[in-house]
């Protein structure tokens, strides 16, 4: 009887082994609370600022707290702020107090944190970057949340205390700061009250030597002009605004790209607007959706002001097909020449052309979908009377016609020549494109794109800055560390044998 009871806990024990390497296997699995992964961005933080690295700051630390962001509550953010900042600090109670407003069920009641965090966090001891990092959270979370008046307050108190600073480890989250600062206000409509602020702030970066700040607040101020057309200005201020050779973040690349291909797009230089757009549409991220949904829109106009019409495919990309229906149906009736089709189609999105800013490029388009006509009509026939070619193209009169046709020959858009006296347009013979000029330059542009990639390419490869003040190394200094590095090996392979 003795040997079956031992028997039996003996068959009992690898069951509850598995049992334990199951618990411990869904125990791994389980992703970590917000808290933890909280406490792990403040420790990276630390030992960041510690080091003195910036790239750590503003590459890793902000991709985790963007992985973490949907997660957030105002609870959790309220813990963390009591854990983080000092007891009796005037920024605990102000994001308290906020965080109270987006969430009615937390407590605001004046309870004590942690005894450890209590501890552990003093007013002395407190990192500007850690104060400035919790500010970033709760105005993250009360921009997620809609409540921008609430943001406004918050991150107006976080900038005027990132002032009191000059910290190149601060650099990275100030500008997230100005970021949100310059968003929240854009949804208040209150833009052009902070516009003066953005410029105080962009002096102070660029004497403090911030590169990540003076980036972020020209495209800000960049933006704040062209949110009111004022174009002209924008262009002052981005001609003598001092900007980094290199650029430190490739999200400001591609905005400050996209706000000037929007410029010289309005200024008529349409070539160097779809240079610019188009980088900023390969430069900029796949998750950024919106972002080139609004290139593709000022790419696609500038395009077909060129005289270029986009492939099908641009427009029927994943996640831009509803957003550019209206410019595709403007770039079906461009390619056709179709007058009439491109008032209807102007007409029916005009409320949406001009919450895009681009009504100014549709009405520029006109005359682009008349020379499309005209050349139609000039490959179909040899010779037209000019009534025919208003009847066609949706022409008032024919001495506007005239001066149209006219006008499109002298650009050299149109190989005909005008017969004022009988009326008519006469076209001149197909001559053999490649006799031209014309593959000369288009093989031009291409090398030229090439060479420009190329340039771009070495100067963003990054290179010590300090290897040309190292002194080369001697001869003897050169024997003697070779010999250092041979005994070390000889001490290495006595070791393994013994």
């Known amino acids: 009887m003795g040997k079956a009871i031992e028997m039996k806990d003996a068959d009992a024990a690898p069951s509850d082994s598995t049992a334990a390497r199951t618990e411990k296997k869904e125990t791994a699995e389980q992703p970590p609370s917000v808290s933890a992964q909280l406490a792990t961005n403040v420790s990276l933080l630390e030992s960041a600022v510690r080091a003195k690295e910036t790239r750590l700051l503003v590459g890793r630390l902000l991709r985790q707290t963007t992985a973490v962001r949907k997660q957030l509550t105002a609870e959790n953010l309220a813990d963390f702020v009591k854990n983080v900042l000092p007891r009796g600090y005037p920024g605990t109670s102000l994001l308290l107090t906020h965080l109270n407003k987006a969430s009615s069920a937390m407590e605001t009641d004046g309870t004590d944190a942690p005894a450890e965090s209590a501890a552990a966090s003093s007013a002395v001891g407190l990192l500007p970057e850690l104060e400035t990092y919790a500010y970033l959270l709760v105005v993250t979370f009360l921009v997620d949340k809609k409540l921008y008046p609430e943001a406004k307050e918050v991150v107006t108190a976080g900038i005027s205390r990132v002032a009191d600073f000059n910290r190149r480890t601060l650099d990275g989250l100030a500008a997230r700061l100005y970021f949100y600062y310059s968003l929240v206000h854009e949804h208040t409509d209150t833009l052009a009250d902070i516009r003066s602020h953005l410029l105080a702030l962009h002096r102070t970066a660029v004497l403090r030597h911030d590169e990540y700040g003076q980036e972020t607040l020209l495209n800000l101020l960049l933006r704040n002009y062209l949110h009111y057309n004022l174009y002209d200005q924008a262009e002052k201020l981005r001609s003598k605004a001092q900007r980094p050779e290199v650029s430190r973040s490739t999200q400001q690349l591609c905005r400050y790209l996209y706000y000037l291909g929007r410029i010289r797009a309005i200024q008529l230089d349409y070539t160097e607007a779809k240079d610019c757009l188009q980088q900023a549409s390969r430069k900029a991220p796949s998750s950024a959706v919106g972002f080139r949904v609004e290139v593709s829109k000022w790419l696609s106009l500038v395009r077909l002001l060129l005289g270029e019409v986009p492939e099908h495919s641009e ?77 066609r193209l949706g022409l008032a009169s024919v001495e506007d016609t005239e001066c149209i046709v006219a006008k499109a020959i002298r650009d050299g858009g149109v190989d005909a020549v005008l017969d004022h006296a009988n009326g008519w347009m006469l ?18 542009a291409r090398v030229a794109f090439c060479l420009d990639i190329h340039n771009e390419a070495v100067r963003a490869m990054r290179f010590d800055a300090a290897a040309n003040t190292k002194k080369l190394e001697t001869a003897e200094s050169a024997r003697e560390r070779v010999i250092a590095e041979e005994e070390l090996a000889k001490a290495y392979e006595e070791e393994e044998g013994i």
């Open 315 to 391: 427009f029927t990309a994943a996640g831009l097909a509803k957003p550019l229906a209206p410019y595709f149906s403007i770039a079906q009736a461009v390619r056709a020449g179709d007058l009439v089709a491109f008032r209807q189609v102007a007409d029916a999105n005009a409320a949406v052309f001009a919450a895009d800013k681009t009504q100014n490029l549709i009405v520029r388009l006109q005359y682009n979908v008349i020379r499309a006509g005209l050349r139609r009509i000039n490959l179909a026939y040899s010779r037209i009377s000019l009534a025919d070619v208003a009847t």
């Open 427 to 444: 076209s001149k013979e197909v001559v053999d494109i490649y006799a031209t000029a014309e593959p000369a330059a288009a093989f031009h």
